[in-house]
């Protein structure tokens, strides 16, 4: 069973983990991986009240921090840990937030690294291509394609 809480403090070892296991191949392919640079930005970042911890049978396995704006939802990140992707369980929590933010009439973005697989998961759900960066592509669910 999928599920997800919200992050404590007591949560920061586990995502800290999730981070490297689940970013570091992509960002070392991309800028290099600099261990206590890494860490700073977690550090920086760390806002436990704004994140989901997603469960798997009870198991930390993943999160995510959506954020809401007056135009549209941004899905800031999503990680799961390797050993438990291709598993539907992103696509599992990305089909929830579609379904309980389609009332809002607001179109639900993100960005993926161009290095990431995960990009062809974003694709099968939907999402549309709407920019590009030298490192990131920026993706859409729009409104139309949520209903």
Do not use: C
Not at 44 to 68: K, R, T
Not at 75 to 102: C, H, W, Y
Not at 120 to 131: D, N, Q, S, T, W
């Amino acid at each position: 069973m999928i599920t997800t809480r919200k992050a404590t403090d007591d949560d920061k070892p586990f995502l800290w983990k999730l981070k490297v296991a689940s970013l570091r191949p992509y960002v070392a392919q991309i800028y290099g991986w600099d261990e206590p640079t890494q860490y700073g930005y977690f550090e920086n970042g760390f806002h436990p009240s704004a994140i989901q911890i997603i469960q798997y049978d009870g198991q930390n396995v993943g999160m995510y921090e959506l954020q809401e704006s007056v135009k549209s939802w941004f899905l800031a990140v999503i990680m799961v840990l390797p050993e438990f992707q291709n598993k539907g369980i992103g696509s599992t929590i990305i089909q929830r937030m579609i379904d309980d933010i389609a009332v809002s009439n607001k179109p639900l973005r993100l960005q993926v690294f161009k290095v990431n697989p995960a990009r062809r998961l974003y694709e099968r759900l939907g999402f549309v291509k709407l920019g590009e960066s030298k490192t990131h592509i920026q993706m859409e669910m729009s409104n139309e394609r949520i209903d």
